[in-house]
T-cell receptor, first 114, second 113 residues
Framework: NSKVIQTPRYLVKGQGQKAKMRCIPE?????VFWYQQNKNNEFKFLIN????????QIDMTEKRFSAECPSNSPCSLEIQSSEAGDSALYLC????????????FGPGTRLTVL | GEKVEQHESTLSVREGDSAVINCTYT??????FPWYKQEAGKSLHFVID?????DRKQSQRLIVLLDKKAKRFSLHITATQPEDSAIYFC????????????FGSGTQLTVMP
């Protein structure tokens, strides 16, 4: 069973508000991923880190989305100005740093933007 | 970029029968293929994976087959049980780059008692 912790489980924001969610990866996992799963079960990779460094991020995250994984603190994903289209399940996953390693997912943060 | 197509959006089987879910991918650089299970209201649970250096892998009742020539992989669940009912997602990841997963659209599997 995955030991990735995500908080909060549910988040409700108005349009234009900031939304912040956190993730604690499994112990010993240096790689952290953020994905967005929409109501149609479509997944979008947002960003990933190895330790504190960004490995890759999509264009979307370079604008309204920001993320960090500071040492000795939870990783976080923040949407600066929420839009209705951001309503989704945000999933954090962690893995070991080799290629082809299993990614273990947390329970997710379900964001609703009113 | 990579695209993963999951062919069955829904699948119903009788308890004890086998279920097969098929996926295809487009990028020949993809070489890691995991499968995840998602029960209603829950997160993704890793079930099994296969790497491109083999064409078959089995873990108890789960078998994954990989056909690199056809760029196709499949999940076979044998002796299905009602608790196998869930949405199953296939995914692919290239061997280079940052290891992100590209997911299929999911298959809702229902195992009828």
């Amino acid at each position: 069973n995955s030991k990735v912790i995500q908080t909060p489980r549910y988040l409700v924001k108005g349009q234009g508000q900031k939304a912040k969610m956190r993730c604690i990866p499994e112990k010993g996992h240096p790689v952290v991923f953020w994905y967005q799963q929409n109501k149609n079960n479509e997944f979008k990779f947002l960003i990933n880190f190895q330790n504190q460094e960004v490995l890759q991020q999509i264009d979307m995250t370079e604008k309204r989305f920001s993320a960090e994984c500071p040492s000795n603190s939870p990783c976080s994903l923040e949407i600066q100005s929420s839009e209705a289209g951001d309503s989704a399940l945000y999933l954090c996953a962690s893995s070991l740093s080799d290629w082809g390693r299993e990614q273990y997912f947390g329970p997710g943060t379900r964001l609703t933007v009113l | 970029g990579e695209k993963v197509e999951q062919h069955e959006s829904t699948l119903s089987v009788r308890e004890g029968d086998s279920a097969v879910i098929n996926c295809t991918y487009t990028d020949t650089a993809s070489s890691y293929f995991p499968w995840y299970k998602q029960e209603a209201g829950k997160s993704l649970h890793f079930v099994i994976d296969i790497r491109s250096n083999v064409d078959r892998k089995q873990s108890q009742r789960l078998i994954v087959l990989l056909d690199k020539k056809a760029k196709r992989f499949s999940l076979h669940i044998t002796a299905t049980q009602p608790e196998d009912s869930a949405i199953y997602f296939c995914a692919a990841s290239p061997s280079s780059g940052s290891w992100q997963l590209i997911f299929g659209s999911g298959t809702q599997l229902t195992v009828m008692p």
